[in-house]
């Protein structure tokens, strides 16, 4: 049974930092593709950052030079370290696994709220 659990969302000022994590269990997050997703109301879901098998990272537009990805594989845990943060990064953030069986899987969410 597969359980993704985010944590590390709450209140934040503009400018500030953050960092979520996700926990895993019943998939390997140095074997399966990791990613963020956030979703703001009455907004698709979208790609924050994501990080493959061999390591390489890929970061949607808003956010490059700003968030990174990281994984600890002791931990089989993977981290987003939000810095410069903006009001429009105020969304529900998404753990997601794409194993290598094409399975797909998500977290509960944890909600972000920048305040200007």
């Known amino acids: 049974q597969v359980h993704l659990v985010e944590s590390g969302g709450g209140l934040v000022q503009a400018g500030g930092s953050r960092t979520l994590s996700c926990a895993a269990s019943?998939?390997?997050?140095?074997?399966?593709?990791m990613g963020w997703y956030r979703q703001a109301p009455e907004m698709q879901r979208e790609l924050v950052a994501a990080i493959a098998r061999g390591g390489s990272t890929n970061y949607g537009d808003s956010v490059k030079g700003r968030f990174t990805i990281s994984r600890d594989n002791a931990k089989n845990t993977v981290y987003l370290q939000m810095n410069s943060l903006k009001p429009e990064d105020t969304a529900v953030y998404y753990c997601?696994?794409?194993?290598?069986?094409?399975?797909?899987?998500w977290g509960q969410g944890t909600q972000v709220t920048v305040s200007s």
């Open positions: 997601n696994s794409k194993t290598i069986w094409g399975l797909d899987y």
């Open positions: 019943g998939v390997i997050v140095s074997r399966d593709s």
